[in-house]
T-cell receptor
Framework: NAGVTQTPKFRVLKTGQSMTLLCAQD?????MYWYRQDPGMGLRLIHY???????AKGEVPDGYNVSRLKKQNFLLGLESAAPSQTSVYFC???????????????FGDGTRLSIL | GNSVTQMEGPVTLSEEAFLTINCTYT??????LFWYVQYPGEGLQLLLK?????DKGSNKGFEATYRKETTSFHLEKGSVQVSDSAVYFC????????????FGQGTTLQVKP
């Protein structure tokens, strides 16, 4: 039972470098989300997707891009990394039936990203 | 707008003590409410949820009641264990059909033997 798998688990980047974080889920969930977790601020939504081929902005989308080419995968990209993007990134997924707002989200174990 | 406010932590308790972590929310419409728990080095796990007013969510000895009149969803447990040490997040999902979660800042619980 893999659930939600995030790759990589840790990464150190230099300012200006680019990278892609991969999220994969094996639960056939329609909805997927990317959050960042910073001390004292809880989790904040970066981008989300309500289905294959669709994406939408969340609370803090600037500096990030996403793609959902396959239902099971949701990619988060940093085109030009900045120190302010140092954070722990979490991917989550959920069902859409019976009202998406009622469905719990299933989280990956996170990616710890440091930008120097 | 929508927001969630949790009590400041950390909360330090002795084993078998009573736990309350306060959570209040601001939302339009009829949101669903959740408590998630995060153990060190792990992602978040759903602890319990309530989807309408006066619902009580419960799991593993934890309880929370959806109080629309006080816009609250306080987490309680009658007797905590060392294994309950973790960070607890209160969250709401607005009634729009996107499933987005809005989180409180999290409350760290440390239980001492």
């Amino acid at each position: 039972n893999a659930g939600v798998t995030q790759t990589p688990k840790f990464r150190v980047l230099k300012t200006g470098q680019s990278m892609t974080l991969l999220c994969a889920q094996d639960m056939n969930h329609e909805y997927m989300y990317w959050y960042r977790q910073d001390p004292g601020m809880g989790l904040r939504l970066i981008h989300y997707s309500v289905g294959e081929g669709t994406t939408a902005k969340g609370e803090v989308p600037d500096g990030y891009n996403v793609s959902r080419l396959k239902k099971q995968n949701f990619l988060l990209g940093l085109e030009s990394a900045a120190p302010s993007q140092t954070s722990v990134y979490f991917c989550a997924s959920s069902y859409s039936n019976q009202g998406a707002s009622r469905q719990p989200q299933h989280f990956g174990d996170g990616t710890r990203l440091s930008i120097l | 707008g929508n927001s969630v406010t949790q009590m400041e932590g950390p909360v330090t308790l002795s084993e078998e003590a009573f736990l309350t972590i306060n959570c209040t929310y601001t939302a339009t419409g009829y949101p669903s409410l959740f408590w998630y728990v995060q153990y060190p080095g792990e992602g978040l796990q759903l602890l319990l949820k309530a989807t309408k007013a006066d619902d009580k969510g419960s799991n593993k000895g934890f309880e929370a009641t959806y109080r629309k009149e006080t816009t609250s969803f306080h987490l309680e447990k009658g007797s905590v264990q060392v294994s309950d040490s973790a960070v607890y997040f209160c969250a709401l999902s607005p009634s729009s059909n996107t499933g987005k979660l809005i989180f409180g800042q999290g409350t760290t619980l440390q239980v001492k033997p």
